[in-house]
Protein backbone atom coordinates (compact mmCIF):
# COMPACT_ATOMS: atom_id res chain seq x y z
CA UNK A 1 0.00 0.00 0.00
CA UNK A 2 2.52 2.10 0.50
CA UNK A 3 4.31 1.46 -2.78
CA UNK A 4 0.75 2.54 -3.74
CA UNK A 5 1.40 5.80 -2.05
CA UNK A 6 4.45 6.69 -3.56
CA UNK A 7 3.16 6.10 -7.50
CA UNK A 8 -0.10 8.20 -6.48
CA UNK A 9 2.38 11.04 -5.52
CA UNK A 10 4.74 10.43 -8.08
CA UNK A 11 1.58 10.80 -10.44
CA UNK A 12 0.12 13.67 -8.69
CA UNK A 13 3.31 15.12 -9.32
CA UNK A 14 3.08 14.65 -13.03
CA UNK A 15 -0.15 16.37 -12.90
CA UNK A 16 1.12 19.26 -10.95
CA UNK A 17 4.00 19.91 -13.51
CA UNK A 18 1.96 19.38 -16.60
CA UNK A 19 0.70 22.73 -18.19
CA UNK A 20 -2.45 21.25 -19.70
CA UNK A 21 -3.57 21.16 -15.86
CA UNK A 22 -2.47 24.61 -15.76
CA UNK A 23 -4.65 26.27 -18.61
CA UNK A 24 -7.18 24.25 -17.82
CA UNK A 25 -7.36 25.87 -14.22
CA UNK A 26 -6.76 29.54 -15.82
CA UNK A 27 -10.14 28.53 -18.09
CA UNK A 28 -12.29 27.57 -14.64
CA UNK A 29 -11.80 31.03 -14.02
CA UNK A 30 -12.02 32.98 -16.99
CA UNK A 31 -15.66 30.64 -16.82
CA UNK A 32 -16.07 32.14 -13.22
CA UNK A 33 -15.71 35.81 -14.72
CA UNK A 34 -17.43 35.22 -17.36
CA UNK A 35 -20.68 33.95 -14.67
CA UNK A 36 -20.04 37.12 -12.46
CA UNK A 37 -20.43 39.20 -15.47
CA UNK A 38 -23.61 36.87 -16.75
CA UNK A 39 -24.98 37.08 -13.45
CA UNK A 40 -24.65 41.07 -13.17
CA UNK A 41 -26.71 41.56 -16.55
CA UNK A 42 -29.29 39.11 -15.41
CA UNK A 43 -31.10 40.91 -12.37
CA UNK A 44 -32.70 38.69 -9.48
CA UNK A 45 -30.89 35.79 -11.06
CA UNK A 46 -27.17 36.03 -9.95
CA UNK A 47 -27.51 33.35 -7.71
CA UNK A 48 -28.84 30.67 -10.67
CA UNK A 49 -26.41 31.64 -13.45
CA UNK A 50 -23.10 32.19 -11.68
CA UNK A 51 -23.78 28.42 -9.78
CA UNK A 52 -25.26 26.86 -12.77
CA UNK A 53 -22.70 27.95 -15.05
CA UNK A 54 -19.66 27.56 -12.29
CA UNK A 55 -20.74 23.79 -11.94
CA UNK A 56 -21.60 23.20 -15.24
CA UNK A 57 -17.52 24.31 -15.66
CA UNK A 58 -15.85 22.41 -13.04
CA UNK A 59 -17.63 19.37 -14.39
CA UNK A 60 -16.60 19.87 -17.94
CA UNK A 61 -12.99 20.78 -17.00
CA UNK A 62 -13.03 17.67 -14.56
CA UNK A 63 -14.75 15.55 -17.11
CA UNK A 64 -11.66 16.38 -19.73
CA UNK A 65 -9.25 15.42 -17.23
CA UNK A 66 -10.47 12.71 -15.81
CA UNK A 67 -11.04 11.04 -19.32
CA UNK A 68 -7.81 12.16 -21.07
CA UNK A 69 -5.78 12.17 -18.27
CA UNK A 70 -7.32 9.38 -16.72
CA UNK A 71 -7.22 7.32 -20.43
CA UNK A 72 -3.43 7.74 -20.05
CA UNK A 73 -2.06 6.69 -16.88
CA UNK A 74 -1.47 3.40 -18.23
CA UNK A 75 -1.33 3.94 -21.67
CA UNK A 76 1.16 6.68 -21.79
CA UNK A 77 3.46 4.39 -19.49
CA UNK A 78 3.01 1.20 -21.62
CA UNK A 79 3.70 3.34 -25.10
CA UNK A 80 6.67 5.51 -23.42
CA UNK A 81 7.66 2.13 -21.45
CA UNK A 82 8.28 4.01 -18.53
CA UNK A 83 6.79 0.97 -16.38
CA UNK A 84 9.22 -1.18 -17.53
CA UNK A 85 11.85 -0.01 -14.87
CA UNK A 86 9.06 0.37 -12.12
CA UNK A 87 7.28 -3.41 -12.40
CA UNK A 88 10.47 -4.78 -12.63
CA UNK A 89 10.99 -3.69 -9.04
CA UNK A 90 8.74 -5.22 -6.12
CA UNK A 91 5.48 -3.00 -7.09
CA UNK A 92 2.58 -5.41 -7.82
CA UNK A 93 0.81 -4.40 -10.20
CA UNK A 94 -2.47 -3.51 -8.29
CA UNK A 95 -0.26 -1.22 -6.15
CA UNK A 96 1.35 0.24 -9.74
CA UNK A 97 -3.08 0.75 -11.16
CA UNK A 98 -4.36 2.08 -7.95
CA UNK A 99 -1.12 4.27 -7.20
CA UNK A 100 -2.04 5.32 -11.05
CA UNK A 101 -6.04 5.92 -9.38
CA UNK A 102 -5.32 8.00 -6.39
CA UNK A 103 -2.69 10.27 -8.03
CA UNK A 104 -5.24 11.50 -10.81
CA UNK A 105 -7.97 11.74 -8.19
CA UNK A 106 -5.53 13.27 -5.77
CA UNK A 107 -4.94 16.15 -8.36
CA UNK A 108 -8.62 16.09 -9.14
CA UNK A 109 -9.59 16.64 -5.67
CA UNK A 110 -7.30 19.82 -5.58
CA UNK A 111 -8.21 21.04 -8.78
CA UNK A 112 -12.10 20.77 -8.23
CA UNK A 113 -11.59 22.22 -4.84
CA UNK A 114 -9.23 25.47 -6.15
CA UNK A 115 -12.39 25.74 -8.25
CA UNK A 116 -15.24 25.26 -5.56
CA UNK A 117 -13.86 28.14 -3.76
CA UNK A 118 -13.30 29.95 -6.71
CA UNK A 119 -17.31 29.94 -7.58
CA UNK A 120 -17.82 30.09 -4.08
CA UNK A 121 -16.12 33.73 -3.68
CA UNK A 122 -17.84 34.91 -6.81
CA UNK A 123 -20.91 33.52 -5.37
CA UNK A 124 -20.28 35.79 -2.03
CA UNK A 125 -19.35 38.89 -4.68
CA UNK A 126 -22.62 39.14 -5.71
CA UNK A 127 -24.44 37.41 -3.05
CA UNK A 128 -23.30 39.84 0.33
CA UNK A 129 -25.68 38.03 2.72
CA UNK A 130 -25.03 34.46 2.53
CA UNK A 131 -27.54 31.87 4.09
CA UNK A 132 -27.24 28.21 5.26
CA UNK A 133 -27.81 26.43 1.94
CA UNK A 134 -25.22 28.52 0.08
CA UNK A 135 -23.12 25.35 1.63
CA UNK A 136 -24.90 22.94 -1.17
CA UNK A 137 -22.26 24.39 -3.49
CA UNK A 138 -19.22 22.52 -1.82
CA UNK A 139 -21.55 19.25 -1.56
CA UNK A 140 -22.50 19.92 -5.53
CA UNK A 141 -18.54 20.20 -6.18
CA UNK A 142 -18.04 17.55 -3.62
CA UNK A 143 -20.43 15.31 -6.10
CA UNK A 144 -18.78 16.44 -8.73
CA UNK A 145 -15.30 14.97 -7.44
CA UNK A 146 -16.73 12.02 -7.10
CA UNK A 147 -18.43 11.74 -10.14
CA UNK A 148 -14.91 12.30 -11.58
CA UNK A 149 -13.49 9.42 -9.50
CA UNK A 150 -16.15 6.91 -11.26
CA UNK A 151 -15.13 8.14 -15.17
CA UNK A 152 -11.40 8.14 -14.26
CA UNK A 153 -11.66 4.63 -12.79
CA UNK A 154 -13.57 3.80 -16.02
CA UNK A 155 -10.87 5.54 -17.98
CA UNK A 156 -8.72 3.50 -16.43
CA UNK A 157 -10.62 -0.07 -17.13
CA UNK A 158 -10.58 0.40 -20.63
CA UNK A 159 -7.23 1.75 -21.17
CA UNK A 160 -5.72 -1.55 -19.49
CA UNK A 161 -7.51 -3.62 -22.48
CA UNK A 162 -7.79 -1.47 -25.19
CA UNK A 163 -6.45 1.03 -27.44
CA UNK A 164 -6.59 5.28 -25.55
CA UNK A 165 -9.30 6.06 -28.88
CA UNK A 166 -11.57 3.27 -27.86
CA UNK A 167 -10.88 4.14 -24.30
CA UNK A 168 -11.66 7.68 -24.56
CA UNK A 169 -14.67 6.69 -26.87
CA UNK A 170 -15.93 3.75 -24.11
CA UNK A 171 -15.38 6.08 -21.25
CA UNK A 172 -17.02 9.37 -22.64
CA UNK A 173 -19.92 6.54 -24.02
CA UNK A 174 -20.75 5.17 -20.42
CA UNK A 175 -20.24 8.59 -19.09
CA UNK A 176 -23.39 9.75 -21.61
CA UNK A 177 -25.21 6.98 -21.22
CA UNK A 178 -24.84 7.20 -17.25
CA UNK A 179 -26.36 10.60 -17.21
CA UNK A 180 -29.72 8.92 -18.55
CA UNK A 181 -29.83 5.77 -16.23
CA UNK A 182 -33.17 6.82 -14.74
CA UNK A 183 -34.55 7.43 -18.10
CA UNK A 184 -33.15 4.11 -19.19
CA UNK A 185 -35.11 2.57 -15.83
CA UNK A 186 -38.26 4.26 -16.26
CA UNK A 187 -38.69 3.14 -20.10
CA UNK A 188 -42.04 2.05 -20.58
CA UNK A 189 -42.34 -1.55 -20.30
CA UNK A 190 -45.58 -2.22 -21.39
CA UNK A 191 -44.86 -1.85 -24.64
CA UNK A 192 -41.84 -4.11 -24.71
CA UNK A 193 -41.02 -7.74 -24.73
CA UNK A 194 -40.00 -9.35 -21.03
CA UNK A 195 -36.81 -9.75 -22.54
CA UNK A 196 -35.65 -7.04 -23.45
CA UNK A 197 -37.28 -5.15 -19.89
CA UNK A 198 -35.04 -7.37 -18.06
CA UNK A 199 -32.07 -6.21 -20.24
CA UNK A 200 -32.44 -2.91 -19.76
CA UNK A 201 -33.58 -3.18 -16.33
CA UNK A 202 -30.17 -5.17 -15.74
CA UNK A 203 -28.44 -2.17 -17.66
CA UNK A 204 -29.76 0.30 -15.85
CA UNK A 205 -28.38 -0.88 -12.81
CA UNK A 206 -25.11 -2.11 -14.31
CA UNK A 207 -24.15 0.95 -15.81
CA UNK A 208 -23.01 3.90 -12.84
CA UNK A 209 -25.51 6.61 -12.48
CA UNK A 210 -24.19 9.56 -12.92
CA UNK A 211 -27.61 11.64 -12.48
CA UNK A 212 -27.64 11.00 -8.83
CA UNK A 213 -24.14 13.82 -8.81
CA UNK A 214 -26.24 16.63 -9.99
CA UNK A 215 -27.32 18.75 -7.56
CA UNK A 216 -26.86 21.86 -9.43
CA UNK A 217 -30.43 23.13 -9.23
CA UNK A 218 -30.30 22.47 -5.74
CA UNK A 219 -26.96 24.30 -5.05
CA UNK A 220 -28.10 27.23 -7.54
CA UNK A 221 -32.04 27.67 -5.07
CA UNK A 222 -29.75 27.59 -2.09
CA UNK A 223 -31.61 24.38 -1.26
CA UNK A 224 -29.61 21.89 1.33
CA UNK A 225 -28.79 18.62 0.10
CA UNK A 226 -29.87 15.80 2.53
CA UNK A 227 -26.86 13.98 3.93
CA UNK A 228 -28.94 10.62 2.95
CA UNK A 229 -27.99 11.55 -0.58
CA UNK A 230 -24.38 13.02 0.58
CA UNK A 231 -23.79 9.00 2.12
CA UNK A 232 -25.48 7.25 -0.69
CA UNK A 233 -23.29 9.05 -3.09
CA UNK A 234 -20.11 8.47 -1.17
CA UNK A 235 -21.01 4.52 -0.72
CA UNK A 236 -21.58 4.07 -4.38
CA UNK A 237 -18.54 5.70 -5.80
CA UNK A 238 -16.58 3.70 -3.51
CA UNK A 239 -18.04 0.21 -4.16
CA UNK A 240 -18.51 0.81 -8.08
CA UNK A 241 -14.57 2.12 -8.14
CA UNK A 242 -13.58 -1.08 -5.90
CA UNK A 243 -15.54 -3.48 -8.77
CA UNK A 244 -14.28 -1.20 -11.55
CA UNK A 245 -10.40 -1.05 -10.59
CA UNK A 246 -10.54 -4.97 -9.43
CA UNK A 247 -11.74 -5.48 -13.03
CA UNK A 248 -9.31 -3.41 -14.52
CA UNK A 249 -6.29 -5.02 -12.20
CA UNK A 250 -7.03 -8.41 -13.16
CA UNK A 251 -7.28 -7.25 -16.82
CA UNK A 252 -3.84 -5.85 -16.17
CA UNK A 253 -1.87 -8.58 -14.28
CA UNK A 254 -2.54 -10.73 -17.07
CA UNK A 255 -1.05 -8.44 -19.93
CA UNK A 256 1.99 -8.55 -21.51
CA UNK A 257 3.90 -5.44 -21.97
CA UNK A 258 5.57 -4.98 -25.35
CA UNK B 1 28.59 -26.39 -5.63
CA UNK B 2 27.88 -22.98 -7.10
CA UNK B 3 24.72 -21.63 -5.60
CA UNK B 4 22.21 -20.64 -8.78
CA UNK B 5 21.45 -17.55 -9.00
CA UNK B 6 19.19 -17.51 -12.50
CA UNK B 7 17.90 -20.58 -13.48
CA UNK B 8 15.10 -21.07 -16.03
CA UNK B 9 13.77 -24.51 -17.03
CA UNK B 10 11.79 -24.65 -20.74
CA UNK B 11 10.66 -21.35 -20.60
CA UNK B 12 9.13 -20.60 -23.61
CA UNK B 13 6.86 -17.92 -25.05
CA UNK B 14 4.52 -17.73 -27.76
CA UNK B 15 2.77 -14.52 -29.12
CA UNK B 16 -0.53 -15.26 -31.03
CA UNK B 17 -0.47 -13.41 -34.15
CA UNK B 18 -2.52 -13.51 -37.78
CA UNK B 19 -6.32 -13.52 -38.26
CA UNK B 20 -8.15 -14.16 -34.86
CA UNK B 21 -4.69 -14.58 -33.17
CA UNK B 22 -4.67 -17.99 -34.67
CA UNK B 23 -0.94 -18.52 -35.65
CA UNK B 24 1.37 -18.92 -32.77
CA UNK B 25 5.24 -17.63 -33.25
CA UNK B 26 7.69 -18.84 -31.26
CA UNK B 27 9.89 -15.57 -29.47
CA UNK B 28 11.75 -18.25 -26.95
CA UNK B 29 11.77 -21.94 -27.17
CA UNK B 30 12.49 -24.34 -24.05
CA UNK B 31 15.23 -22.00 -22.25
CA UNK B 32 17.24 -23.79 -19.94
CA UNK B 33 20.03 -21.88 -18.74
CA UNK B 34 21.86 -21.34 -15.32
CA UNK B 35 23.60 -18.37 -14.46
CA UNK B 36 25.87 -19.05 -11.47
CA UNK B 37 26.12 -16.60 -8.09
CA UNK B 38 28.79 -13.76 -8.94
CA UNK B 39 29.35 -14.54 -12.35
CA UNK B 40 29.49 -11.96 -15.10
CA UNK B 41 26.86 -13.87 -17.94
CA UNK B 42 26.14 -12.41 -21.46
CA UNK B 43 23.72 -13.01 -23.47
CA UNK B 44 24.29 -12.23 -27.09
CA UNK B 45 22.18 -12.85 -30.23
CA UNK B 46 21.24 -10.83 -33.17
CA UNK B 47 18.10 -8.74 -33.07
CA UNK B 48 14.63 -10.41 -32.80
CA UNK B 49 16.83 -13.91 -30.95
CA UNK B 50 14.77 -13.44 -28.13
CA UNK B 51 17.24 -11.75 -25.57
CA UNK B 52 15.24 -9.08 -24.94
CA UNK B 53 12.20 -11.66 -24.43
CA UNK B 54 13.67 -13.70 -21.86
CA UNK B 55 14.73 -10.94 -19.21
CA UNK B 56 11.62 -9.63 -19.91
CA UNK B 57 10.32 -12.79 -18.39
CA UNK B 58 12.68 -13.19 -15.73
CA UNK B 59 11.32 -9.59 -14.87
CA UNK B 60 7.72 -10.54 -15.13
CA UNK B 61 6.87 -8.08 -17.33
CA UNK B 62 5.57 -10.55 -20.31
CA UNK B 63 4.30 -13.90 -18.73
CA UNK B 64 5.56 -17.37 -20.04
CA UNK B 65 3.80 -19.84 -22.58
CA UNK B 66 4.99 -22.95 -20.53
CA UNK B 67 8.53 -23.10 -18.51
CA UNK B 68 9.02 -21.45 -15.18
CA UNK B 69 12.18 -19.78 -14.22
CA UNK B 70 13.66 -18.69 -10.51
CA UNK B 71 15.95 -16.00 -9.55
CA UNK B 72 17.99 -16.83 -5.84
CA UNK B 73 16.23 -19.80 -5.56
CA UNK B 74 12.33 -17.89 -5.84
CA UNK B 75 10.02 -18.35 -8.51
CA UNK B 76 10.14 -15.00 -10.49
CA UNK B 77 6.53 -14.60 -9.31
CA UNK B 78 8.04 -13.73 -5.90
CA UNK B 79 7.19 -10.22 -5.62
CA UNK B 80 9.66 -9.75 -2.77
CA UNK B 81 12.57 -11.30 -4.19
CA UNK B 82 12.71 -8.78 -6.91
CA UNK B 83 14.14 -6.47 -3.80
CA UNK B 84 17.10 -8.41 -4.78
CA UNK B 85 16.89 -7.45 -8.59
CA UNK B 86 18.55 -4.20 -10.37
CA UNK B 87 17.21 -3.88 -14.14
CA UNK B 88 17.95 -1.94 -16.82
CA UNK B 89 15.49 -2.01 -19.62
CA UNK B 90 16.33 -1.92 -23.16
CA UNK B 91 16.23 2.11 -24.62
CA UNK B 92 15.52 2.96 -20.83
CA UNK B 93 13.07 6.00 -20.50
CA UNK B 94 11.82 7.29 -17.78
CA UNK B 95 9.49 10.06 -16.37
CA UNK B 96 10.89 13.07 -18.30
CA UNK B 97 9.35 15.56 -16.09
CA UNK B 98 11.40 14.65 -13.46
CA UNK B 99 15.20 14.97 -12.93
CA UNK B 100 17.73 12.65 -12.26
CA UNK B 101 17.73 13.19 -8.43
CA UNK B 102 13.95 12.93 -8.50
CA UNK B 103 13.74 9.78 -10.01
CA UNK B 104 16.18 8.13 -8.14
CA UNK B 105 14.86 9.48 -4.91
CA UNK B 106 11.24 7.97 -6.60
CA UNK B 107 12.60 4.37 -6.98
CA UNK B 108 14.71 4.46 -3.42
CA UNK B 109 11.04 5.33 -1.72
CA UNK B 110 9.61 1.87 -3.70
CA UNK B 111 12.47 0.57 -2.62
CA UNK B 112 11.49 1.29 0.94
CA UNK B 113 15.35 2.93 1.09
CA UNK B 114 15.20 4.85 4.37
CA UNK B 115 15.03 8.85 4.28
CA UNK B 116 18.06 9.50 6.01
CA UNK B 117 19.50 7.42 3.73
CA UNK B 118 17.86 8.10 0.47
CA UNK B 119 19.69 11.82 -0.44
CA UNK B 120 22.99 10.49 0.20
CA UNK B 121 22.21 6.77 -1.82
CA UNK B 122 21.32 8.88 -4.93
CA UNK B 123 24.07 11.60 -4.60
CA UNK B 124 26.70 8.60 -4.56
CA UNK B 125 24.75 6.92 -8.01
CA UNK B 126 25.06 9.89 -9.88
CA UNK B 127 28.79 9.99 -9.31
CA UNK B 128 29.02 6.86 -9.92
CA UNK B 129 27.31 6.90 -13.54
CA UNK B 130 28.92 10.63 -14.07
CA UNK B 131 25.76 12.62 -13.92
CA UNK B 132 26.43 14.27 -10.68
CA UNK B 133 26.67 17.59 -12.45
CA UNK B 134 23.44 16.80 -14.28
CA UNK B 135 21.74 15.55 -11.10
CA UNK B 136 18.88 18.91 -11.28
CA UNK B 137 18.19 18.70 -14.85
CA UNK B 138 14.92 16.90 -15.92
CA UNK B 139 15.33 13.99 -18.19
CA UNK B 140 13.38 15.36 -21.00
CA UNK B 141 16.81 17.35 -21.66
CA UNK B 142 19.13 14.30 -21.08
CA UNK B 143 20.79 12.83 -24.34
CA UNK B 144 20.62 9.05 -24.87
CA UNK B 145 23.31 7.83 -23.50
CA UNK B 146 22.78 9.87 -20.49
CA UNK B 147 19.27 8.22 -19.93
CA UNK B 148 21.51 4.86 -20.40
CA UNK B 149 23.63 5.93 -17.28
CA UNK B 150 20.73 7.02 -15.47
CA UNK B 151 19.11 3.82 -16.09
CA UNK B 152 22.46 2.03 -14.50
CA UNK B 153 21.83 4.23 -11.51
CA UNK B 154 18.46 3.06 -10.66
CA UNK B 155 19.70 -0.51 -11.76
CA UNK B 156 21.82 -0.39 -8.97
CA UNK B 157 20.36 2.02 -6.57
CA UNK B 158 19.04 -0.32 -4.09
CA UNK B 159 22.34 -2.75 -3.72
CA UNK B 160 20.80 -5.88 -5.47
CA UNK B 161 22.45 -9.50 -5.54
CA UNK B 162 21.39 -9.66 -9.23
CA UNK B 163 21.69 -7.07 -11.64
CA UNK B 164 19.70 -7.80 -15.44
CA UNK B 165 21.19 -5.37 -17.88
CA UNK B 166 19.37 -5.26 -21.39
CA UNK B 167 21.65 -3.81 -24.27
CA UNK B 168 23.37 -1.57 -21.56
CA UNK B 169 26.00 -0.59 -24.04
CA UNK B 170 23.70 0.77 -26.70
CA UNK B 171 23.70 4.66 -27.29
CA UNK B 172 26.76 4.80 -25.13
CA UNK B 173 29.79 6.46 -26.71
CA UNK B 174 33.01 4.75 -26.46
CA UNK B 175 34.01 6.68 -23.28
CA UNK B 176 30.09 5.71 -21.74
CA UNK B 177 30.86 2.08 -22.73
CA UNK B 178 34.04 2.18 -21.25
CA UNK B 179 32.16 3.27 -17.55
CA UNK B 180 29.83 0.84 -17.63
CA UNK B 181 32.23 -1.92 -18.61
CA UNK B 182 33.96 -0.68 -15.40
CA UNK B 183 30.21 -0.50 -13.29
CA UNK B 184 29.72 -4.18 -14.00
CA UNK B 185 33.64 -5.40 -13.39
CA UNK B 186 32.98 -3.73 -9.82
CA UNK B 187 29.47 -4.79 -9.18
CA UNK B 188 31.68 -8.47 -9.79
CA UNK B 189 34.29 -7.29 -7.89
CA UNK B 190 31.20 -7.00 -4.77
CA UNK B 191 30.53 -10.50 -5.46
CA UNK B 192 27.12 -9.76 -7.19
CA UNK B 193 25.58 -11.58 -10.16
CA UNK B 194 25.83 -9.54 -13.87
CA UNK B 195 23.63 -10.94 -16.51
CA UNK B 196 24.02 -8.49 -19.49
CA UNK B 197 22.46 -8.72 -23.21
CA UNK B 198 24.75 -7.14 -25.98
CA UNK B 199 25.04 -7.09 -29.85
CA UNK B 200 28.46 -5.76 -28.58
CA UNK B 201 30.53 -9.34 -28.94
CA UNK B 202 33.91 -7.53 -28.34
CA UNK B 203 32.31 -6.19 -24.46
CA UNK B 204 30.93 -9.89 -23.75
CA UNK B 205 34.52 -11.22 -24.46
CA UNK B 206 35.89 -8.61 -22.46
CA UNK B 207 33.83 -9.04 -19.36
CA UNK B 208 32.02 -12.47 -19.19
CA UNK B 209 32.80 -15.35 -17.13
CA UNK B 210 30.44 -17.10 -19.80
CA UNK B 211 28.03 -16.05 -22.06
CA UNK B 212 24.79 -17.68 -23.75
CA UNK B 213 24.54 -17.08 -27.68
CA UNK B 214 20.70 -16.96 -28.07
CA UNK B 215 19.43 -17.39 -32.29
CA UNK B 216 16.06 -17.69 -33.58
CA UNK B 217 14.56 -18.08 -29.84
CA UNK B 218 16.54 -20.63 -29.13
CA UNK B 219 20.11 -20.87 -26.97
CA UNK B 220 22.20 -22.05 -29.33
CA UNK B 221 25.59 -22.51 -27.17
CA UNK B 222 26.33 -21.53 -22.86
CA UNK B 223 29.65 -21.56 -21.72
CA UNK B 224 33.00 -19.25 -21.41
CA UNK B 225 34.02 -17.68 -24.64
CA UNK B 226 37.04 -19.71 -24.75
CA UNK B 227 34.95 -22.84 -24.29
CA UNK B 228 32.39 -22.11 -26.74
CA UNK B 229 35.07 -21.05 -29.86
CA UNK B 230 37.91 -23.11 -30.89
CA UNK B 231 40.81 -22.25 -28.79
CA UNK B 232 42.86 -24.00 -31.36
CA UNK B 233 45.60 -21.54 -33.51
CA UNK B 234 43.49 -21.60 -37.02
CA UNK B 235 46.90 -20.60 -38.77
CA UNK B 236 49.17 -17.39 -38.74
CA UNK B 237 48.74 -13.73 -39.46
CA UNK B 238 51.17 -11.92 -41.16
CA UNK B 239 51.62 -8.36 -41.72
CA UNK B 240 54.28 -6.75 -43.74
CA UNK B 241 55.10 -3.66 -45.18
CA UNK B 242 55.84 -3.08 -49.25
CA UNK B 243 56.98 0.00 -50.56
CA UNK B 244 58.47 -1.00 -54.06
CA UNK B 245 57.13 -2.69 -57.10
CA UNK B 246 57.39 -6.48 -56.60
CA UNK B 247 55.74 -9.52 -57.58
CA UNK B 248 55.12 -12.39 -55.70
CA UNK B 249 52.33 -15.31 -55.61
CA UNK B 250 51.99 -14.82 -52.26
CA UNK B 251 50.52 -10.86 -52.68
CA UNK B 252 47.82 -12.20 -54.67
CA UNK B 253 46.57 -13.43 -51.64
CA UNK B 254 47.34 -11.47 -49.23
CA UNK B 255 44.75 -7.94 -48.16
CA UNK B 256 46.30 -4.48 -48.61
CA UNK B 257 45.59 -1.44 -46.17
CA UNK B 258 47.73 1.33 -47.59
CA UNK B 259 51.28 0.30 -48.07
CA UNK B 260 50.61 -2.51 -45.37
CA UNK B 261 49.09 -6.52 -46.09
CA UNK B 262 48.11 -8.79 -44.21
CA UNK B 263 48.57 -12.60 -45.26
CA UNK B 264 47.18 -15.91 -43.31
CA UNK B 265 49.08 -18.97 -43.77
CA UNK B 266 48.55 -22.26 -41.98
CA UNK B 267 51.52 -22.61 -39.09
CA UNK B 268 53.49 -24.73 -40.97
CA UNK B 269 54.12 -22.92 -43.96
CA UNK B 270 55.05 -19.77 -41.53
CA UNK B 271 58.51 -20.02 -42.10
CA UNK B 272 58.68 -20.61 -45.84
CA UNK B 273 55.80 -17.67 -46.43
CA UNK B 274 58.36 -14.98 -44.35
CA UNK B 275 61.26 -15.94 -46.73
CA UNK B 276 59.31 -15.95 -49.86
CA UNK B 277 58.32 -12.26 -48.58
CA UNK B 278 61.58 -10.94 -47.47
CA UNK B 279 62.79 -11.99 -51.05
CA UNK B 280 60.10 -9.94 -52.71
CA UNK B 281 61.55 -6.96 -50.67
CA UNK B 282 59.10 -7.36 -47.87
CA UNK B 283 58.92 -5.61 -44.16
CA UNK B 284 57.95 -7.82 -41.77
CA UNK B 285 55.90 -5.85 -39.16
CA UNK B 286 54.44 -8.35 -36.82
CA UNK B 287 53.27 -12.26 -37.10
CA UNK B 288 50.16 -13.37 -35.00
CA UNK B 289 48.46 -16.37 -34.18
CA UNK B 290 44.65 -16.41 -35.61
CA UNK B 291 41.88 -17.76 -33.32
CA UNK B 292 38.36 -17.75 -33.81
CA UNK B 293 36.65 -15.28 -31.88
CA UNK B 294 33.11 -15.04 -30.21
CA UNK B 295 31.96 -13.22 -33.06
CA UNK B 296 32.53 -16.19 -35.31
CA UNK B 297 30.95 -18.61 -33.40
CA UNK B 298 28.14 -16.17 -33.62
CA UNK B 299 27.77 -15.27 -36.60
CA UNK B 300 28.52 -19.00 -37.78
CA UNK B 301 25.28 -19.89 -35.75
CA UNK B 302 23.07 -16.80 -37.35
CA UNK B 303 24.26 -18.18 -40.68
CA UNK B 304 23.40 -21.76 -40.60
CA UNK B 305 19.85 -20.56 -38.72
CA UNK B 306 19.46 -18.50 -41.85
CA UNK B 307 20.13 -21.20 -44.12
CA UNK B 308 17.64 -23.38 -41.83
CA UNK B 309 15.00 -21.12 -42.13
CA UNK B 310 15.73 -20.65 -45.68
CA UNK B 311 15.50 -24.38 -46.22
CA UNK B 312 12.10 -24.82 -43.99
CA UNK B 313 10.84 -21.73 -46.38
CA UNK B 314 11.79 -23.51 -49.73
CA UNK B 315 10.48 -27.16 -48.52
CA UNK B 316 7.34 -25.28 -47.09
CA UNK B 317 6.81 -23.90 -50.93
Redesign the interface.
Known sequence: M??AA??AL?TF??AV??RVLYNLLFFALVMMAASIIAGQISIGIEQTVIVTLGLSAISLIGLLIAIFIGVGLVAKEMD???L?????????RWEFLLGKFGGLVLTLAVNTAAMGIGLFLALVYVKPTLESGDAAVFVAVYFIWLKLALVVALALLFSCFTTPLLAILFTTGIYIVGLYVQELRDLPVAVMSPGMTLFTKTLSYLLPNFENFNVMAMAAHSRQVPGSLIAQNSLYTAIYCTIVLTVAVLAFS?R??K | MTALAIETENLTKE?PHGFLNLKKKTSLESLNMQVETGEVFGFIGPNGAGKSTAI?LL?????PTSGSARILGKPISD??M??D?G???E?????D??TASELLD??A????VAAFDRKERVQRMLKKVGLETAGKIQLRKYSKGMLQRV?MA??ILHDPKVVILDEPMSGLDPVGRREVRDIILELKREGRTVMFSTHILSDAEMLCDRVGVIVGGKLRGIGAPEQLVDVKTQGMEILFELTGQTSSPLLAKATRTGDRYRLQVPEAELYGAIEKLRAAGAKILSVAQVRATLEEFFMNLVESDRAQAAAVEVSGK
Not at chain 1, 84 to 92: D, I, T
Open positions: KRVVNRERDKRTYALLAKPVRKNL | YKMRLIFIEHRIYLPQPYFYYLYFRIHDGQA
